[in-house]
């Protein structure tokens, strides 16, 4: 008894161009369904490698801009607090000038005195003012 094997070579090709088809399907529902153009490395890989560059930079920017506000406060801070101690200082002054005036009694003057000594006390505490563990006014920044 001959053994016969029957091909069927159209069936086979059909099947392959069928299988193709819906990989080309599935490739393209991907793509449609996460928006992107590259979602394996098997889609493009030198472009994967790029995106991955620009993502990368992209979150350094970000680090960079994080930085620079953080400084703009620390500085925003720096700027009131001088202004605080101009305001101070310009008190002390007035109160100096008052305190030396010949007309004022010595219960005047040693309340210019006491204020004085409060005003002390505030640009003490102003030069211990720190933004996150940093300090304002210190000359090694860290308290």
Same mark, same amino acid.
């Given at each position: 008894m001959p053994l016969l094997i029957n091909t069927n070579s159209a069936a086979t090709m059909a099947s392959l161009n069928l299988s193709r088809a819906n990989e080309? =399907?599935?490739? !393209?529902?991907?793509?449609? &369904?996460s928006g992107k153009r590259i979602n394996t490395p098997a889609d493009d890989a030198g472009g994967l490698a790029v995106a991955y560059k620009l993502n990368s930079k992209s979150n350094r920017t970000r680090g960079v801009i994080q930085n620079v506000q953080n400084s703009l406060s620390y500085l925003q801070l720096q700027d009131g607090g001088l202004e605080i101690v101009g305001k101070i200082l310009d008190r002390m002054g007035e109160l100096r000038t008052m305190a030396q005036? *010949?007309?004022? @009694? !010595? !219960?005047? +003057?040693? #309340?210019?005195?006491m %204020?004085? +000594? %409060?005003? $002390?006390? $505030?640009? #003490? $505490? =102003?030069? #211990? %003012?720190?933004? @996150? /563990? *940093? &300090?304002?006014?210190?000359? /090694? /920044?860290?308290?």
């Open positions: 080309a =399907l599935r490739k !393209s529902l991907g793509r449609l &369904s005036d *010949i007309t004022k @009694n !010595s !219960s005047d +003057v040693a #309340n210019y005195s %204020e004085f +000594v %409060e005003l $002390q006390g $505030q640009l #003490n $505490q =102003l030069k #211990n %003012e720190t933004f @996150n /563990g *940093i &300090s304002l006014f210190a000359a /090694g /920044g860290h308290t």
